[in-house]
RNA sequence: GCCUCUGUAGCUCAGUGGUAGAGCACUUCACUUGUAAUGAAGGGGUUGUGGGUUCAAUCCCCACCAGAGGCUCCA
């Protein structure tokens, strides 16, 4: 058997283990999880019987954690099955950060996950070993009698199955695993929840339970720290602390914008109908409520009425009505408001309207996930032909609006669905004009097979969370083909042949629900926010009450010029006075006293902490209007 | 909707089967301060809501409401 390692080429005799090999060689075993060999990772212990190339596995790859991960899994398994016999083991797979097992039969709250710990660390600390049998499906069976989980599980798989034993602990599994429980080092249970069987919300309620684990406490340590980083990322932290948003019991899942979160909305709002306008968009108001026949008409009724809310019987007709959903059926009321001809074309109406929609209790998440939102949508009706260049078009506007906020975007092209509607040639030309637009514009892309509408192809744009990780980013912006909304609303424009065709429907949004894109924002910044988009954006704070007066008269000197400054004329320490506006996160706080006010200057302390003294106030305010008109830090 | 946890002052959180506490915030007074917390006094709670157990419930039990996390990661 011929072993590659790197650029070492040796020869082995066949049935040598990595272990063994890693000797000859002289790989350093310490750190090293598992190995790799052509057909994928296996256990160190494993005798290999073929020509291949081997890699050796620690933490730090994927792999490694992967293989680290679903031993923990099995770690903590057999702690679950010592403390309570009875529960059915299901399936325990490594995830993206960490792993979890699901149990049947059991129920045990978070209390119990120290108890689980400690059993754990007894199995480490008994060095068991992972070892890998091979058995048929029946004597598998056999093992987990009474077991209808791991039965259908066995009913899918083909003999002969892996099983691996440690200690008493037995499990079906594909490995490959750590060497022994010894390797667990640090690890951390970290909550309880119920998970469907299979995620089918039809089947039985499993118990989950979560952790992680790590091959030193060093690195558990860490990863504890970095959980606090992301608490001060929590976009429902900083709407508390920042005063941005309130929940109410008396309508969930819809925030209360606070004064502070008001203005910052307003703020969103105002730069998405500046581009509006820069891009040749035509802002509509159509109603909040209207009557489900356009639903059933636009097919929404059959197919999302479950988000939908009714408002029925509305009136004396006893007909039913809805809160809309969507805006999109109603930008064809004005389209068809008069006759329209190709020379209309690309039409682009921006519509702002407030859509509800029912969101499962559980599902809601301050401004992330609410029941009442608003977009900045946007449905243009154009030709076959110009969609192309339509979606450069929208990629222009994005970039500029992400380069204002940092965003880093990740473009998805979600292809047709096995449901859909529309010829194949149609959606063929429809997958190839955004993909050239992609392309075109530069971007590097996914694919997404089937996971467009039902309607159309779509570009889903996704940006990076403050961690940076594709897997945890955003959902922020979406441009969809429709080749449905005109059929079924009949709108038609007359083109150069003097006949009549039905125009395709663009959606796009650029910055998705603005709610949802201020807590997105919020997030990212961690509530330090640009000049232009903060609440307060200069707070005037006066040493002594001496100087009140020269304060208001400067205060109302940067109301008349447009700013957001206030004025904190208490009779606090200076100290506790910058102590305050510093946590509002205020990104100036201009300080007065007797020297300002003998010089006719101001003291300017930004939010880093520099102080900037005998500043004039002109200079000062000219600054910091230009940042706000540029919208730059 | 389902699973686990949580709900005590505006906020963060203690606490007890005998109707409640701290810090911050708020109000008042004193201090008049030069770049991240001056001191003192005071006001503020049907312990989420509704039932039940009990001589007695904020604490135990049930239901409901709301919040947090989870319900795709495949032997």
Known sequence: MQIVYEDKKQKFETGATPIEIAKTLGVQLSGVIAAKID????????KINEDTKIEFLTFDSKEGKEV???SSAHLMAAAVK???????????PAISEGFYYDFYDIKLGDNDLELLEKE???????DSKFVRKEVSKDEALALFKGNKFKAEILGEAESPITIYETGDFIDICRGPHVPSTRYLKAFKLLKVAGAYWRGDSKREVLTRIYGV???SKALLEEYTKFEGERSKHDHKKIGKELELFETSAWSPGSPFLLPNGAIIYNELLKLAREMDKKYGYQEIITPIIAKSEVWKTSGHYEKYRENMYKVAPFSVEDEEYALKPMNCPFSTVVFNAKTRSYRDLPLRLADYGFLHRYELEGALDGLFRTRMLEQNDAHIYITEDQVENEIIRMFEIMKEVYAIFKLTPLMTLATR??????SDDAWSRAENALRNALEKSGYKYTIKEGDGAFYGPKIDIYVLDFTGKPESAYAASTIQVDFNLATRFDVKYTGSDNREHTPI???QSVMGSLGRFMGIILSNSGGDLPVWLSPVQARIVTITERNNDYGKKLLSKFIERGLRVELDESNATLDYKIREGQLKKIPYIIVLGDKEEAANTIAVRSKDGKTKYGVELNEFSKDLQEKIKTRTL
């Open 120 to 126: 754990m660390k007894a199995i480490v600390e008994a």
């Open 505 to 507: 429907v663009l959606h």
């Open 39 to 46: 057909s994928g990772p296996i256990d160190l212990t494993r």
């Open 417 to 422: 669905p096995e449901q859909r509607i529309g």
């Open 82 to 92: 010592r403390v309570y016999p009875n529960a059915q083991l299901t399936l325990g």
């Open 213 to 215: 684990s790590f091959p």
């Open 68 to 70: 680290f991960w679903h």
